[in-house]
């Protein structure tokens, strides 16, 4: 069952038009239907502050998301 969730977790929701994985983590995990290499930009490890304000950035789009639907 845990595939189940797995999937779950990983799909894009019609309200915040991102996964909870995105939400939470920033990053969707890979899966082995992944086989494309990424590109640079999503490669690149941010730094603490920089990753900071891309996940304050993310989840108030998420919550604008909400709000509007």
Same mark, same amino acid.
């Given at each position: 069952?845990?595939? @189940?969730?797995? /999937?779950? +977790? $990983? /799909? @894009?929701?019609? *309200? *915040?038009?991102? !996964?909870?994985?995105?939400?939470?983590? +920033?990053? +969707?995990? =890979? *899966?082995? =239907?992944?086989?494309?290499? =990424? =590109?640079?930009?999503? $490669? @690149? !490890?941010?730094?603490? +502050? $920089?990753? &900071?304000? @891309? %996940? %304050?950035?993310?989840? &108030? /789009?998420?919550?604008? %998301?909400?709000? %509007?639907?």
């Amino acid at each position: 069952m845990s595939f @189940v969730e797995f /999937s779950y +977790n $990983r /799909s @894009v929701h019609f *309200t *915040t038009d991102y !996964s909870p994985f995105k939400i939470i983590y +920033n990053f +969707n995990p =890979l *899966t082995p =239907l992944d086989l494309i290499p =990424l =590109l640079v930009y999503e $490669r @690149v !490890s941010l730094d603490g +502050n $920089r990753e &900071e304000h @891309v %996940k %304050k950035a993310l989840h &108030e /789009s998420v919550h604008n %998301k909400y709000i %509007k639907k």
